[in-house]
Each structure stands twice: as C-alpha cells, then as structure tokens.
C-alpha cells in the first residue's frame, strides 16, 4: 500500500536507456517552485502548511494518549491523512468500493476505520524472536494479515488505533519499529539480503546502514522532506537491491588506488514520470557513506521543489541540475571536501533475488524462498520461525523482490529445511514465472487502487505454472503487477508490467491493466536499465492475465534468437506491435 507520486494521470513513458529521463523538472514561470535555499520556506500549500505546523515525529504521543483512548472517531483529520504516515500508519480502503471510484470519492469516503501498519526493516534484517512478535501482533490484532513488500518491509492490515501502543511496545522490545516507515521522511534503507554472509561479497554494508538509520531516523532536521525519500546499499556484485530506482544508492566497487568503497547514484524513481537513477561517477568510502548519504537527503530538504507534490521527487531536481552541478553543490555545500572519482560497477553475474540454495563464506548455506506475490500470513511467519530454529538459526532476511532469505543453515539440513519451506508454501526451487512475480497491495486494502492485485496474480501464477510446464524458460520472466498507475511494484522494469486501470474490452468498461514490456534493471541478463514499452491499444482485463502471459511468452519462445541467447526484454522491444498483443 505505498503511496507513491499522486499525479495518476496514465502517462506511457517511452523506453530508456539508464539515465534516460522522461521525468523533466517543472517549466520556468513567475511561481517559485519551493526549495527553501531559493524561495524561503514559506509554505505553498497544505501539505507544506502542516508539515511545518508538526511535521509528524510528535503525533506518536497524541496516538498513545489520545487516539488509543478515544478511538478512531477522535482522530484530528490532518493527524490521520497525514502525520501518521510517519509512524508507518495508512487509513486501508472501506471494503466493497470499485476501482471506477477511487478518483471520484475523498479520501475520508474511500477509507474503513482501519490501517494499514509498516514494520521498518532496514537492510530487511530479521531475527527469529523479531519474526515472532510481527507474527504474534498479526494474528492477535491484524487478522492474520501479513504481506511482504518490494522495500524490504512486513505490512499488517485490519490494525486499530487503540491497538498501537501495545504494538509499538512489542515491536521494540525486540529492536523493531515503525518510525518514518512512510511519509515526507527517509523511508527504510534498503541493503543487500546476504549483507555478511555472502562468500562473493565485496563488502559487509552493514556497518553503513548501522550508522545512517542510528544517526538520521528521526532526526528531526530531516523529517520535513519535500516527498519521500529512498535510499539502497549494497555490497553484492549482483547488486541485488535495485539502486537504479532509489533516491540514493549506494553500489560496492573496488578501486585501483583506494579499495573497496561504493559508486554513488542518485535520483532514481518511478510511478507516473519515471527515472532511473544516475551516477555521481564519484568513489565513497565506507567511512564517509553516512556523511554523503546525509548530504543528499539535505540537498533535497533544501533544494527540492516543494509547490507542486508531483514534481517534489528528487528525480526532479536530478533532471533540472545533471549529475555534475549535484555533485559540485553536495561537494562544496553539504561535505566541505572533493570525492575522488571513481569506477562503475561491473554487470553482475548472478541474479540478486538469491533464490535457492547457496553456499555462505564460513561454510554454511543460506536459503532464498520465494512466496507466491509476497501474500503471507501471521501464522505462516511463526511457523517460519519455529523451522528456523528447529534447523539451527536464528536469522533470516527480507528481500527487495518480495521473498525472504533464510541463514546459517548446516549442510546436513538443507534439505530438511527445504522440504519444511514448501509445506509452508515458501519455494526454493520455484517455478520461473512464480519467481519473477511480484504484486502491490491493490484495491483490497490500497486507497489509491483502480483493481486487485495479489489474487489475480496468484491465479495467474499457479494457471501459468501448469500451462508452461513443458516448456523451458531461458531465464525468469518478470511479472509485476500494479493496481494503480503509481508503480510500486516496478512496472515499467519488469519484462511484463501490469498497470491497473479501467479498460474496455468488447465495449464493456471494466477492471484491467496498462502492458509496460521489455523494462529492466542491470542483472545477469541486460547489461543496462531501461524502461519498458507500451504498445498502443494494448490492454488486458483483470482476470486474463494468465491467457496474455501464456500467449505472449509462446510468441517470444518461438521467435527469439537462441544462438545470441536473446532475453524477453530484448525481443520485446524489437518485436513488431502484433507480435505482442
């Protein structure tokens, strides 16, 4: 249920090579666009007005003494629709309101007296016990509800007001929380699921996001940001954390003269205007990642625009400046001193999901599963929990793929710990469409939604299972889908990308999706990111995504070139449009 840019306007990007922007800043004119450095912090509308009022960090108090008391019915309406956000807090959809009203009806209209919560989970690090308290406060106050997100969170539904301050007692307990897992603020710090463990890793990035989420989470110079902020680490050479789509990011690198450090990106974003992210061609240290990372979250509190909410990404600002005069301003403004230039990482060599069984640097094996579009369960988690330990361990990571990875495992229990994974339906040896499928939330309990995600995708996924069986894909096929236009599953780099809308089909109006083909992050198999294509007229409706996926992998299995061990995406953009329909 992320909220993504608000501007829903059904825009088709056109394909884009890495860099490639279609995100433009905002048009010269006599309005000043809202960056304090240049316009003053005068607030230029309502957002801005409240945010500068109490910008969120303080509202946790009025929950706990107030609202947990009085109930739903006693919540300020600027705390609901917008402070509690920063405490990882979204208002779900009323149940049984179509797609067709969703930019039709205010949001207290479309809204139940229920939330949606946020456990951060920052570099998805998770131990057994912290697994079963979000297990334990699923079943006793979210109705078993449990879904694992592509920025490495655990969201629950069904949560009421006056449950929160029990569940904020148990989440820290055990070193979780809540704070600014949404909102204006810097959301969780994506890093690489093997952080440590890895025997190919180039670095350990720990010690870095240690150091970010300890000095800056909830700092509350940082906590009036023009819109949200992404951040993503990572020390793996299949740089496994999608740094090509977050605000900052930083990608593990060897340096011939200074070692291993991280080349630095910034930018990246999708929804409605998308951008993938740019190099800053410089070389950090692991020392100094805190120090720029914290450079560039105050270049866009101070410099992002802020007037209109869909232009206040930082992709914005990255589009209006260039990699150059941002690297000059974080340089000479924000650090005090030069970065050394630096190498890009080379192309990975392995897929960054880490589903399967492999081999960790002290001998012992880590297991990625892949749940069925991240849907899982209270009870599952604590099942989870249980055949970890019972195998071992006590560590287990989220994904930025919506898939957990499990550590520390012997070798004489692989098997055993394998085979208790699929009774849970958590696969380690998926299916390639199953693998490649991700979903968002989607109008069961998203405001934003036009149509349902995670149950057609599932559908989807285990028809698909059974109509492909007898072939052998090349690679995974990536299948996203999308219950709004605001791409929080990733769309547009996906090899099949789904974005909801009303659709028409044989003249009747009814739930569907937009087809984004052929997008991508740099992986194993695309040498660079790109931004997928969209074939004019092309849609499907919500309930046939199983036939269009079976039609349209057939067509590139029969057609693409196997001597050059041609991928879907590269097919993709030179089939011809009939060819993908």
């Not at 009323?94 to 009806?105: E, S």
């Not at 001193?337 to 002290?362: N, S, T």
């Not at 547009?492 to 009814?510: S, W, Y």
């Amino acid at each position: 249920m992320t909220l993504s840019d608000t501007d829903t306007r059904a825009a088709a990007p056109p394909p884009a090579r890495a860099g490639g922007a279609t995100a433009r800043p905002p048009r010269p004119s006599s309005k000043p666009n809202g960056q304090w450095k240049i316009d003053g912090t005068t607030p230029l509308n309502g957002n801005e007005e409240w945010k500068q009022v109490d910008d969120g960090l303080a509202v946790r108090e009025r929950i706990e003494r107030i609202y947990a008391k009085g109930g739903f019915a006693s919540i300020d309406p600027t705390d609901l629709h917008g402070r509690f956000r920063v405490w990882g807090l979204y208002t779900q959809r009323k149940p049984g309101i179509d797609g067709g009203r969703t930019a039709t009806l205010e949001p207290h209209e479309l809204e139940d007296a229920y939330f949606m919560l946020r456990v951060r989970i920052d570099g998805g690090q998770l131990t057994t016990e912290q697994l079963r308290a979000i297990a334990g406060i699923s079943q006793e106050f979210g109705r078993d509800t449990a879904d694992l997100t592509d920025r490495q969170n655990i969201q629950l539904h069904w949560v009421e007001v006056e449950s929160m301050p029990e569940i904020w007692r148990r989440l820290e307990a055990v070193g979780l929380g809540t704070t600014e897992a949404c909102g204006d603020v810097p959301r969780v710090v994506l890093g690489s699921p093997v952080a440590g463990i890895a025997a190919d890793e180039l670095i350990d990035p720990t010690p870095q996001i240690d150091e970010i989420t300890s000095r800056f989470i909830g700092d509350p110079s940082l906590a009036n940001l023009p819109r949200k902020f992404k951040s993503a680490i990572t020390g793996h050479p299949s740089q496994d954390v999608v740094h090509e789509i977050n605000d900052v990011a930083f990608v593990a690198v060897e340096h011939p003269d200074f070692g291993v450090g991280y080349d630095l990106w910034v930018g990246g974003g999708l929804s409605t205007t998308p951008r993938l992210a740019e190099r800053l061609g410089v070389f950090v240290s692991p020392d100094r990642v805190a120090d720029a990372w914290h450079g560039v979250a105050q270049i866009f509190r101070d410099y992002g625009y802020r007037r209109l909410r869909n232009k206040a990404r930082l992709k914005f600002l990255l589009a209006e400046w260039g990699a150059g005069k941002f690297r000059q301003v974080l340089q000479d403004e924000y650090l005090g001193y030069a970065l050394p230039d630096g190498p890009a990482a080379p192309k990975p060599l392995a897929h960054g999901d880490h589903v399967g069984v492999h081999r960790q640097k002290d001998g012992r094996f880590y297991v990625g599963v892949t749940p069925i579009v991240g849907r899982v369960s209270g009870r599952i988690l604590a099942q989870l929990a249980d055949l970890v330990e019972a195998h071992g361990s006590t560590r287990l990571r989220t994904t930025p793929h919506q898939k957990l990875v499990i550590l520390d495992i012997p070798a004489d229990r692989v098997d055993s710990l394998v085979a208790g994974l699929d009774e849970l339906g958590l696969s380690a040896r998926p299916s390639l469409i199953r693998r490649g499928t991700i979903a968002c939330t989607g109008i069961e309990f998203c405001k934003l939604a036009i149509v349902e995600t995670k149950a057609y995708a599932t559908a989807a996924v285990l028809d698909l299972e059974k109509r492909l069986e007898q072939f052998e894909l090349p690679h995974p096929i990536s299948l996203h889908v999308n219950g709004c236009p605001n791409s929080c599953a990733r769309i547009q780099t996906a090899d099949i990308g789904l974005k909801g809308q009303l659709v028409t089909i044989d003249g009747e109006q009814v739930p569907g999706y937009q087809v984004h083909l052929g997008g991508g992050l740099v992986s194993a198999d695309r040498d660079e990111a790109g931004l997928g294509r969209t074939v004019r007229g092309l849609k499907v409706g919500a309930d046939g995504i199983a036939d269009y996926v079976d039609r349209v992998v057939r067509r590139f299995l029969s057609e693409r070139d196997a001597a050059a061990d041609e991928t879907f995406a590269q097919w993709a953009h030179r089939a011809d449009d009939e060819a993908l329909q």
